[in-house]
């Protein structure tokens, strides 16, 4: 009985791993001897090797591997011409599916002739050349200009990262050695980017590509360190339009804040003009002085010169600060106060004949409470205008369809009575056959403040 049970066993095991293997054939899963071999261990009859070897030398037309994949037990995807190819019978493929299937088997039998030992170098050899290509794509991926320098440690520079053209990540950093920049993609090591040009693309340790380089000074001033809040680029530039602020002049700029306008009216007046910056806090005329030494530090590192020196920042109130404006005269005024018509009569007498005061308020308030000051004070300034600069962002992209690729524009139909088509709809090219969506950004810019603008009109009184 025992005898028995083992001769069924047998002859089940042996008949089932046939079948197994017929169906892996069938199915493209057997690829490889070595796992023939696998299958051979199940039979206990020492003649299932000569029929596994007569099976063994059918040829396959599965496709080949690739080195990497001989290695790993890994086969390449079906293209969708070969798994329906595999399902028609075969009088009715064409040439081009022969062809294919041709090339396949060639690769199979170059495969199948390659030791393991060839495979690994072959393997090897990939991988060097992968590599290769990707520092030769990396390094001529930057247009070098003349003169531009790389980045250095002490620099600010700023990191970003966009994601279906939105900004996911944006951080503005000083390079320093032995720290790195954290974030919730992934980290970098500030020595990862030493040494390279800036605009470059770093990978964090979670692969995420983050963009570096170096911020403008909108964006300097966007992203530094403050105490108050700053006159925002947008109404900056508005009020540098108002008081016609051109090299060589003498400005005045009282509200130091965090240094945002006195960093903007450095630069408009350059290295022949002056400013002179009032700050009443001493908390903020610190970050003020410290944001414009790191402008100053950066540039210079940047651009191998020095930034002007040209802001003088004073601690004190503007309303009692005679002594430091006797004998000066201004080109034009920037009052960014809460009070800003307490130091009006203090300030006019310095103004030039002609010149403008621009003063920034935060809310149409206390726009109110200064026309009434004015009022009340008979100070020789006209109100000009009151203004509110507005900015709306928009949102310009190709229409896409579900799969990622782009729409194309459609001519009319020809059995559409109504519209007739063009010979422009006719032949259409390339150029201009991808229609774009537009539509204002979700998320716009809020209330930032109100801007005055005040002539010195002294002759007439």
Not at 146 to 155: I, R
Not at 290 to 315: C, K
Not at 337 to 350: G, R, S, T
Not at 403 to 409: A, H, I, L, P, Y
Request: include cysteine.
């Amino acid at each position: 009985m025992t005898v028995v049970q083992n001769f069924g066993l047998s002859f089940m095991t042996r008949t089932f791993s046939r079948v197994r293997f017929m169906c892996f054939e069938r199915h493209n899963v057997v690829r490889h001897k070595p796992f023939l071999c696998g299958l051979r261990s199940f039979g206990s009859d020492p003649d299932d090797s000569k029929r596994d070897n007569r099976s063994s030398d059918a040829s396959f037309t599965s496709p080949p591997f690739s080195h990497r994949a001989s290695l790993f037990g890994r086969r390449r995807s079906l293209s969708p011409l070969e798994r329906v190819s595999q399902l028609l019978p075969e009088d009715t493929l064409t040439q081009e599916v022969w062809d294919l299937r041709d090339t396949r088997n060639l690769g199979v039998e170059r495969l199948e002739s390659n030791t393991e030992n060839d495979v690994e170098q072959n393997c090897q050899n990939e991988w060097l050349e992968n590599d290769e290509a990707a520092s030769h794509e990396q390094a001529t991926a930057h247009a070098y200009v003349f003169g531009e320098k790389l980045m250095c440690f002490e620099e600010t520079l700023l990191a970003e990262y966009r994601r279906n053209r939105r900004v996911e990540f944006r951080k503005m950093f000083q390079l320093k050695e032995g720290l790195k920049i954290h974030s919730n993609w992934g980290l970098i090591a500030h020595e990862d980017i030493e040494g390279r040009p800036a605009g470059s693309t770093f990978h964090t340790s979670m692969g995420t590509p983050i963009l570096i380089r170096r911020p403008s000074l909108e964006e300097f001033t966007l992203f530094m360190k403050r105490g108050p809040a700053i006159a925002y680029p947008k109404d900056a530039s508005a009020m540098l339009t108002m008081m016609d602020v051109t090299e060589g002049h003498c400005v005045l700029d009282s509200g130091s804040g965090s240094g945002a306008m006195s960093l903007f009216l450095s630069r408009a007046v350059g290295c022949k003009g002056s400013v002179l910056s009032v700050e009443i806090r001493e908390d903020h005329h610190r970050r003020a002085v410290l944001n414009y030494q790191r402008w100053r530090s950066t540039w210079s590192i940047r651009q191998g010169e020095e930034w002007p020196d040209n802001v003088h920042f004073f601690h004190g109130d503007l309303i009692s600060a005679g002594s430091l404006l006797s004998g000066r005269g201004f080109n034009s005024v920037a009052l960014d106060m809460i009070n800003p018509h307490l130091a009006l009569p203090a300030v006019v007498p310095h103004l030039h004949c002609g010149s403008v005061c621009a003063v920034y308020q935060a809310n149409i308030t206390q726009v109110i409470d200064l026309m009434e000051g004015l009022r009340c004070s008979a100070l020789p300034l006209v109100c000009e205008r009151i203004v509110e600069v507005q900015y709306r962002d928009w949102l310009v992209a190709p229409s896409l369809k579900k799969d990622g690729t782009f729409n194309r524009r459609k001519a009319p139909c020809e059995d559409d009575a109504e519209s007739e088509p063009s010979e422009d709809t006719e032949d259409l090219t390339p150029f201009g056959d991808v229609p774009y969506i537009a539509r204002p950004h979700p998320e716009q810019t809020s209330h930032t403040g109100e801007l005055l603008k005040g002539i010195n009109n002294a002759l007439q009184y």
